[in-house]
């Protein structure tokens, strides 16, 4: 039976570049199992399949019959991950952290307590660069592990370090899951509404602003806070067609990444986001001058390494300078 569709599996292969392919081949081939033999068969007649069609699939790979045939479709989707993660480690903060982070938990299972703190210092010097509170919090999590287990002969002051790290790390990850939840919210609002369409939804969308926004936003700092603080106020006010304050607001949220354009790595899909609601400020206020400027900055942009990662970026950033071109 065909189904395009519904297979996980065939999805993935058929999202898959050359050399993405290519990569996988090697890495599996570096078994030499009958089992691994048998998904390389069953990789290859996916591949060239154009639908998803169980029974010619099966026809094309020796010695397996049909019962067998989901085990080893979980075990190719299983492998085509691992080669997909090892290819891509390098193209991802977030990679490239929780590989350290693995490093660091497997030599502290060995006993090597003092080399696993060795590896935590500096994957939270790297976590602490692109801003990743959140990784922080985890790496964080097993120093203090390891200094309450363990005599690691760190210091007097490492336990005061860690606390005030840890309560440091909590009060961030408090201010950006408030300002996220807010931006979120706003955005399925817009999502589910549309604009504001009489008193009724002005008002309720002030009050809603209102009662969410975290108290002195003028004092708010880090990249992350200011971030879904900026992105809130952009929705606020494109619900409300205040196109004025939606420019501002695009403007700052769009400079955060020109002021930090190491985050633009870290945060691709965030920083389309902002240029393209950039574009759509300028056009909306008719200002045709800064429009050209910022079209010419987006253009180039999608020349660059970050916005080539992968189809999602290319598709987006594609969409968005089409659309900016028409406009």
């Not at 929780?98 to 030599?107: F, K, N, P, T, V």
């Amino acid at each position: 039976m065909s189904n395009r569709s519904a297979d996980i599996l065939f999805q993935l292969i058929k999202s898959l570049e050359k050399a993405e392919k290519r990569h996988f081949k090697l890495y599996i081939k570096r078994s030499s199992s009958r089992q691994d033999l048998k998904i390389i068969q069953l990789f290859d007649a996916i591949d060239k399949a154009k639908d998803y069609n169980e029974a010619q699939i099966l026809k094309k790979i020796t010695g397996v019959e049909k019962p067998q045939l989901a085990n080893l479709k979980a075990h190719l989707y299983k492998e085509l991950l691992a080669s997909l993660r090892l290819l891509k480690s390098t193209d991802s903060i977030d990679l490239q952290l929780h590989e350290q982070l693995d490093y660091a938990r497997i030599l502290y299972n060995k006993g090597l307590y003092l080399q696993s703190l060795r590896i935590l210092e500096k994957v939270k010097d790297l976590a602490k660069s692109y801003h990743q509170e959140s990784f922080l919090i985890q790496v964080i999590s097993l120093e203090k592990k390891i200094e309450t287990l363990h005599i690691t002969r760190s210091g007097e002051g490492a336990a005061d370090r860690l606390t005030q790290e840890a309560n440091e790390v909590n009060e961030q990850r408090t201010m950006i899951t408030a300002l996220s939840n807010l931006a979120l919210q706003l955005y399925q609002w817009y999502v589910k509404h549309g604009h504001a369409r009489n008193e009724k939804d002005e008002k309720g969308v002030k009050q809603f602003f209102k009662e969410n926004l975290p108290p002195n936003p003028e004092q708010i700092r880090g990249f992350y806070q200011l971030l879904y603080l900026y992105q809130s106020y952009c929705w606020y006010a494109f619900i409300r067609q205040d196109f004025l304050m939606y420019y501002r607001y695009s403007r700052k949220w769009a400079d955060l990444f020109k002021n930090e354009p190491l985050m633009i790595t870290a945060e691709t899909g965030h920083y389309i986001k902002g240029m393209h609601n950039l574009l759509t400020a300028n056009f909306n206020l008719r200002n045709f001058k800064n429009f050209d400027k910022y079209l010419v900055r987006f253009e180039r942009f999608t020349f660059s390494k970050p916005a080539n990662q992968h189809d999602n970026f290319r598709m987006q950033a594609f969409v968005y300078l089409t659309s900016a071109r028409i406009n």
